[in-house]
């Protein structure tokens, strides 16, 4: 060892899912939205002006957050973007995660928080999920340095209805409560409606599903002006342009197009009805989820089985060798074409 | 107060130079290029696949990572990218300044140094330019944690030859030592020949001064493979995903155009080495800039008077209030046109 690798941070880093490529491949296993990015965001990046890629981007992103503002209808001061939802929530932890006491969320959730906890030496206590994968609000009724937790959760699908989230909110007034919104839009239930009420909630959200640009890296969060405020003072003191040209713009275009949000998230909801259906038939039990995904158990063939088998048929899933959920998949749901094909890899490997 | 800040982490944020919207603007205040990208920038753009945009972007960047292995003859595991050389200094000071022993840089340097150490709670000190603003290695021969310095030094102008930026590394070999190479070239001497016989040594480069593409936000470094592979746990363990695909893109095709590079490069010398003569002729000291700016010193007329009236001219250059250059302008090499109006504005100002 060289001795300038004494003070180098010891990190264990996140491992996202395989990013296989190939024209054959069937991939459920980051949770991407199976269909493009609303029309306008093609025709936003063919009309750019790439001669204007020589200056800096404006350091607020005020046509992206000004787009964000008046489709939720919220004031542009109650906005923080980043580059996706990802280094929002890393910044929320750099921002506000500097108590003595730990950080709470659950067992089983993102695991990217305790990759965050570990990277910015933030203590944390994970909270166990009940039997059905479900949030109780009374554990996080104590003295901590901060909660967060999606919802709904991942890979879990699991929501907790929005009275149950205020009650963590309204027991944790003293610090900044996290809810991590990245599926919200296929069925879970907003904190936004909360913001004004709190001045601790910070709501963070993300591009990369239900509006189809994961690609593009946008993430935001809403929250009171002066946790926005504090936020935006660490984010300038770390990169002041974050977002570039190409993301503003497309981010702009992707939010403008409500009808076209609307079907495609219509779609993969109903597709996710359809398969939970098919999966139950074939022998899995799936959690209600309200995510664009599914998490499903097998009765009687093991999940690590059954990830293999469909990875050899170049159908890749997610699989957590993780206490509690080795016995589990999560499945993102694609287009109706992807799902038969899963549905039929599912019925060889198990009834084959 | 709230009581949740008191957790909220305190940071004085950089401040950007100015971002004035017009069209009638000049705008030589944040060193951004006169001239547009090369043009396979814009048919890279014009012709990426915005399908796509809903899947994430390869974490690793690889095609951009293996044009400028390509262009450099390094290898890909020697490179980092990231979302301008801001981010990838960033990462560099959260991965390295782990040391209980302060870090050093010049008091005259770029302005961020400072912001990142007090984001990341990173003890510095720092070490005087000489009356020529000058580094002398010999002074960051002791005990430090870490060292780091831009060559050419901004806002100064001035490079530092090559043999005395090895005394420095060579002196420092406990110790991570960044030479930060934004601007070098513009005419500086690159440490990057030094990378491959000290694994302590990293170089920083940006796409946004010379490849003219401050907007899409790309920066990167070179290093011994040990080193690139700890600061990539760190991104990893950060945010898996922050060059999108547009970034990437458009990063290839800026690299291949070597003949256009080279074309914009010594142009932006020419018009340097022209202006610096205009501007002696009406009175001004200027440093023997290798970079794309000048650094200059009227002799009676105090710089905050001509950054004013400039900037009524609608003329933007950047003026630092601070000790020792507080009579100085750092003025950026603009297009011939824009320079005319700039000797013009001036020659009102001083003799009018």
Chains 1, 2 share one sequence.
Not at 150 to 169: D, G, H, K, Q, W
Not at 259 to 286: D, H, P, W
Request: charged share 25%; net charge negative; hydrophobic share 40%.
């Amino acid at each position: 060892m060289n001795s300038w690798e004494k003070n180098v941070r010891q990190v264990i880093p996140y491992t996202p899912g395989e990013q296989p490529v190939g024209t054959d491949i069937i991939k459920l296993n980051t949770n991407e939205c199976p269909y493009p990015p609303a029309p306008g965001v093609k025709r936003a990046i063919k009309d750019i002006d790439t001669e204007m890629f020589r200056l800096y981007p404006d350091p607020e992103a005020k046509k992206l957050v000004d787009a964000i503002a008046d489709y939720y209808n919220v004031s542009p001061e109650q906005i923080f973007v980043g580059v996706g939802s990802d280094d929002v929530i890393g910044m929320a932890f750099l921002t506000f995660f500097n108590s003595e006491r730990p950080i709470l969320f659950p067992d089983i959730t993102y695991s990217f928080y305790d990759v965050w906890a570990d990277l910015f030496q933030v203590k944390y206590e994970t909270i166990p999920l009940n039997d059905k994968f479900e949030i109780n609000p009374q554990d996080y009724f104590r003295k901590n340095g901060g909660v967060i937790f999606p919802n709904p959760n991942a890979p879990t699908a699991v929501s907790l209805p929005l009275s149950r989230v205020e009650e963590i909110i309204q027991q944790n007034q003293d610090v900044v409560v996290i809810v991590d919104e990245a599926y919200v839009d296929f069925g879970g239930e907003s904190a936004l409606p909360l913001v004004d009420k709190y001045d601790n909630l910070l709501v963070v959200r993300t591009f990369s599903k239900s509006r189809a640009m994961a690609g593009m890296r946008i993430g935001y969060a809403f929250g009171n002006e002066k946790l926005i405020s504090a936020m935006k003072a660490v984010k300038f003191s770390y990169n002041s342009y974050t977002m570039n040209q190409a993301a503003i713009c497309a981010g702009v275009a992707a939010i403008q197009d409500e009808n076209y949000f609307q079907s495609i998230v219509s779609k993969i909801i109903s597709t996710r009805e359809q398969a939970k259906k098919r999966l139950e038939a074939l022998g899995f039990r799936c959690t209600d989820s309200k995510a664009n995904f599914l998490f499903a158990s097998h009765r009687f063939v093991p999940a690590e089985k059954i990830f293999n088998e469909l990875k050899s048929r170049q159908i890749y899933v997610r699989y957590f060798k993780k206490p509690r959920i080795d016995n589990y998949l999560r499945i993102t749901i694609g287009t109706d074409k992807e799902m038969e094909a899963l549905y039929e890899a599912l019925e060889e490997i198990i009834n084959g």
